[in-house]
């Protein structure tokens, strides 16, 4: 999973890792990040997107081998 997570563009990456690795709420992502709440929340999602389609990739390719 956290191969993955190292695909990610580091924006991504960032509040991936402080979110999950690190267990920070959103707003206390924007605060250390200077950001908005509602920054942070909309680039947790895009980059919870952004996984879920390398994940996706990942598992398609090892169904076809």
């Given at each position: 999973?956290?191969?993955?997570?190292?695909?990610?563009?580091?924006?991504?990456?960032?509040?991936?890792?402080?979110?999950?690795?690190?267990?920070?709420?959103?707003?206390?992502?924007a605060?250390?990040?200077?950001?908005?709440?509602?920054?942070?929340?909309?680039?947790?999602?895009?980059a919870?997107?952004?996984?879920?389609?390398?994940?996706?990739?990942?598992?398609?390719?090892?169904?076809?081998?």
């Amino acid at each position: 999973m956290w191969e993955a997570v190292k695909e990610l563009p580091e924006n991504y990456r960032e509040v991936i890792h402080l979110f999950y690795e690190e267990g920070y709420q959103t707003d206390e992502i924007a605060e250390i990040l200077g950001e908005t709440g509602a920054n942070i929340r909309t680039r947790l999602k895009r980059a919870r997107a952004k996984l879920k389609e390398i994940l996706k990739e990942e598992y398609d390719f090892c169904e076809q081998v």
